[in-house]
Nanobody, 121 residues
Framework: QVHVVESGGGLVQAGDSLRLFCAASGRTFATGWFRQAPGKEREFVAAINWNGGSTAYADSVKGRFTISRDNAKTTVNLQMNSLKPEDTGVYYC?????????????????WGQGTQVTVSS
């Protein structure tokens, strides 16, 4: 069974940067980052395929966020720059069983518990 753990969240000011980490045990699958703000539905942020050769981003984060994979450590990182208050939320990492980039949460089976990101204005 795949075990997924997120880390790296915190409280920052608008314009700051933050790096999130997702560690997953077992086989390497496509991985996605999603976020959920209070009172809102969970939304797609970024995704990467199993070997790191393909990525996808939500329009709201393009040019500011970068998703990358370190297969040696089975981690997927999300570098978040120029953070805005609207980026605030709980960020979830999800993986497997798909190998290709997937934007829908329904395509992911294993989820972490989430890490809080708060951006103050």
């Amino acid at each position: 069974q795949v075990h997924v753990v997120e880390s790296g969240g915190g409280l920052v000011q608008a314009g700051d940067s933050l790096r999130l980490f997702c560690a997953a045990s077992g086989r390497t699958f496509a991985t996605g980052w999603f976020r959920q703000a209070p009172g809102k539905e969970r939304e797609f942020v970024a995704a990467i395929n199993w070997n790191g050769g393909s990525t996808a981003y939500a329009d709201s984060v393009k040019g500011r966020f970068t998703i990358s994979r370190d297969n040696a450590k089975t981690t997927v990182n999300l570098q978040m720059n120029s953070l805005k208050p609207e980026d605030t939320g709980v960020y979830y990492c999800a993986t497997g069983p798909t190998l290709r980039v997937a934007l829908s949460p329904l395509e992911y089976k294993e989820w972490g518990q989430g890490t809080q990101v708060t951006v103050s204005s």
